[in-house]
Structure formats: C-alpha cells, structure tokens
T-cell receptor, first 112, second 114 residues
Framework: KQEVTQIPAALSVPEGENLVLNCSFTDSAIYNLQWFRQDPGKGLTSLLLIQSSQREQTSGRLNASLDKSSGRSTLYIAASQPGDSATYLC???????????FGKGTKLSVKP | NAGVTQTPKFQVLKTGQSMTLQCAQDMNHNSMYWYRQDPGMGLRLIYYSASEGTTDKGEVPNGYNVSRLNKREFSLRLESAAPSQTSVYFCASELFGMVNSPLHFGNGTRLTVT
C-alpha cells in the first residue's frame, strides 16, 4: 500500500530565504505527483503536477523535482515571502481512479 | 469561473440527524470526489464518481452515501450522523484521463456532530 510522508510537519523561516519541502513515497509505480497549497479555512489549490516521466516542473518561484527510483519529490521555493505561508501537501497518483494518496502536509510560516 | 462550489460552509448536527452536502463544478469534469480531512489523519477518500451514473467507495465509506445527480453535481449524505463524522469535507473534481489535469477542490464544509 502506498504511503506518502512529508517531513518536517512544520517549518518557520525568515523572509527571503530559499527553502525545500520534502515528500517521500514507498511505491515507485506512480502515474504522477502533485503539490498543493492549502490556506487556513480553504480548500487545496494545485501548484505543480509532475508526470512520472518528468524530472521537474517549474512555476514562477516554485520548482518541483521527482526522483521515482528513490521515492522522493522536493518542492523548492525561492526568495520566500510572508504570502507563501500555508500548508503544502504532496499527493501521489497511482494511475487508477480514486488512487491519489496524500501526505499530511508541511505547515510553512515565513516571518517578515 | 466558480470552479468547485460546496454548500453549506458550516453545519452543526446532533447525533442521529441527517444531512446532505452539496457539490457542483462548472469545468465539465468527468470525475468527482468526496474527501474528509482530520487533524493527524490527512485527507482520506470517502467516495468517488468516475463519470455520470457511476459511484465507487473510497477508503472510508461507512456511514455515507453519495449521488451523482448529473455531470455537474455530486452530493454526500449522512443518514445518521455520529460524533466520529465531525470533520472538514472537501469535494474535488478532475478531467480524469487527460494528461496534466490536476485535481480542483472546493473550499470545504466544516461539520460538527454533537
């Protein structure tokens, strides 16, 4: 059974710092991996989706990488801002319907 | 563009009461999902609908029923609410089978069962 782990559960950094969030998964037979952002009291917003054949995806200050063989993905945030404060979740898609497994998230706090 | 709309936003029920959570999407997505989110447990799939007219159980279906009313709407019903069903419920949709099609979420229904 696929398990998705995100460490640390919480992270606090000063504004302007570059940071990396980690996601690990136990079964490398994945279809894609998605990173989401969740603001307090809100739903999840998709940030980046990496297909299993890809190594990385970029959107603005965000870069997500995928290493299937080691069961790891990282989300790199450049020049962090207080507006980046949120919970970041990764989810691994096994390819079949209803087979998206979520990690429990990393709560990021960026201090001014 | 509204995306995924959930109603109500908040609800308090007494044990044994019933209610239906509503979800609608306007993105012409084929697949829709109901998740619950609990502290320390993460997001868990309750039920999903791959397409209009079909529904399937997810990881935690007990105590719930669903209806895919049409392509846009997917409702979740609690027939006899229990305190263990206190949670935040999220509806999501996607265009399953399309490459690079992410999951879109509503803003959730916060349910308390006393």
């Amino acid at each position: 059974k696929q398990e998705v782990t995100q460490i640390p559960a919480a992270l606090s950094v000063p504004e302007g710092e570059n940071l990396v969030l980690n996601c690990s998964f136990t079964d490398s037979a994945i279809y894609n991996l998605q990173w989401f952002r969740q603001d307090p009291g809100k739903g999840l917003t998709s940030l980046l989706l990496i297909q299993s054949s890809q190594r990385e995806q970029t959107s603005g200050r965000l870069n997500a990488s995928l290493d299937k063989s080691s069961g790891r993905s990282t989300l790199y945030i450049a020049a962090s801002q207080p507006g980046d404060s949120a919970t970041y979740l990764c989810a691994v898609d096994g390819g079949s319907q209803g087979n998206l497994i979520f990690g429990k998230g990393t709560k990021l706090s960026v201090k001014p | 563009n509204a995306g995924v709309t959930q109603t109500p936003k908040f609800q308090v029920l007494k044990t044994g009461q019933s209610m239906t959570l509503q979800c609608a999407q306007d993105m012409n997505h084929n697949s829709m999902y109901w998740y619950r989110q609990d502290p320390g447990m993460g997001l868990r799939l309750i039920y999903y609908s791959a397409s209009e007219g079909t529904t399937d159980k997810g990881e935690v279906p007990n105590g719930y029923n669903v209806s895919r009313l049409n392509k846009r709407e997917f409702s979740l019903r609690l027939e006899s609410a229990a305190p263990s069903q206190t949670s935040v419920y999220f509806c999501a949709s996607e265009l399953f089978g399309m490459v690079n099609s992410p999951l879109h979420f509503g803003n959730g229904t916060r349910l308390t069962v006393t």
